[in-house]
């Protein structure tokens, strides 16, 4: 694929920084709400990860994107430097769990935004790849969370926290994901059911084994790998 810089399109450019400062302010005021922190937390995480894929699905030419990423950065460590703002040091301080850590918060949010761009560059052929792990990880994952806390009883395993309710979520969340990225790269959603709905168990599977955030991890890596090897 080949790319120029002078085709960058600076309007969107510009959209998806306005878009970003959206997203900043609505976690802010999502944080004065009365909502339990767990709840805040997770809503943050859907709204960013499904900002991320919506990036990258209404971006195709690199130089954009990558001015994007490069503006974003620019302003969150300007706003993070900022002793007033903090704004790394209040993500970090209104997301992390009460028995994480805030500095292991820290080094996975590193993590994830590492694998995040590797999973990028692999999938760069084939961005559906990309969008697909990230819609997966933030409506299935997401879901999953949000109805096995609040209605999950039925245990699957004895003394383990994932619950029947909260995977039927993430099946559920998963395939629709799946199916919303084929709609939105107009690739037959008939015509793959089979795979999307092998997609959607496996990433049903992947939520369950893993625990805390290594599924921040291996879900979007794993199933962009997985359309991408598909896609070949």
Same mark, same amino acid.
């Given at each position: 694929?080949?790319?120029?810089?002078?085709?960058?399109? +600076?309007?969107?450019?510009?959209?998806?920084?306005?878009?970003?400062?959206?997203?900043?302010?609505?976690?802010?005021?999502?944080?004065?709400?009365?909502?339990?922190? +767990? @709840?805040?937390?997770?809503?943050?995480?859907?709204?960013?990860?499904?900002?991320?894929?919506?990036?990258?699905?209404?971006?195709?030419?690199?130089?954009?994107?990558?001015?994007?990423?490069?503006?974003?950065?620019?302003?969150?460590?300007?706003?993070?430097?900022?002793?007033?703002?903090?704004?790394?040091?209040?993500?970090?301080?209104?997301?992390? @769990?009460?028995?994480?850590?805030?500095?292991?918060?820290?080094?996975?949010?590193?993590?994830?935004?590492?694998?995040?761009?590797?999973?990028?560059?692999?999938? =760069?052929?084939?961005?559906?790849?990309?969008?697909?792990?990230?819609?997966?990880?933030? =409506?299935?994952?997401?879901?999953?969370?949000?109805?096995?806390?609040?209605?999950?009883?039925?245990?699957?395993? @004895?003394?383990?926290?994932?619950?029947?309710?909260?995977?039927?979520?993430?099946?559920?969340?998963?395939?629709?994901?799946?199916?919303?990225?084929?709609?939105?790269?107009?690739?037959?959603?008939?015509?793959?059911?089979?795979?999307?709905?092998?997609?959607?168990?496996?990433?049903?599977?992947?939520?369950?084994?893993?625990?805390?955030?290594?599924?921040?991890?291996?879900?979007?890596?794993?199933?962009?790998?997985?359309?991408?090897?598909?896609?070949?």
């Amino acid at each position: 694929m080949i790319f120029d810089y002078k085709e960058m399109n +600076w309007v969107s450019v510009l959209l998806s920084i306005l878009g970003l400062a959206i997203l900043f302010l609505s976690s802010f005021l999502l944080s004065k709400t009365k909502l339990s922190s +767990w @709840r805040k937390r997770k809503l943050d995480h859907i709204s960013f990860l499904l900002y991320i894929g919506a990036l990258r699905a209404l971006n195709s030419n690199f130089y954009d994107i990558l001015a994007i990423f490069l503006i974003s950065v620019l302003i969150v460590g300007i706003l993070s430097i900022i002793p007033s703002v903090k704004l790394f040091d209040f993500f970090v301080s209104k997301d992390h @769990r009460i028995d994480e850590p805030k500095k292991e918060l820290s080094v996975n949010i590193i993590l994830t935004a590492l694998m995040l761009i590797y999973v990028f560059f692999i999938t =760069l052929d084939v961005p559906f790849a990309f969008v697909g792990g990230i819609m997966v990880l933030s =409506l299935g994952d997401g879901m999953g969370e949000l109805v096995g806390r609040s209605f999950g009883k039925s245990k699957i395993i @004895r003394n383990y926290s994932k619950t029947l309710e909260g995977s039927l979520a993430v099946f559920l969340g998963s395939l629709t994901a799946l199916t919303i990225t084929y709609y939105i790269y107009q690739i037959s959603i008939i015509e793959n059911f089979i795979v999307i709905f092998l997609l959607a168990i496996f990433a049903t599977v992947l939520e369950f084994i893993c625990k805390n955030l290594f599924d921040n991890l291996c879900i979007p890596l794993l199933i962009s790998i997985s359309i991408f090897a598909l896609n070949m």
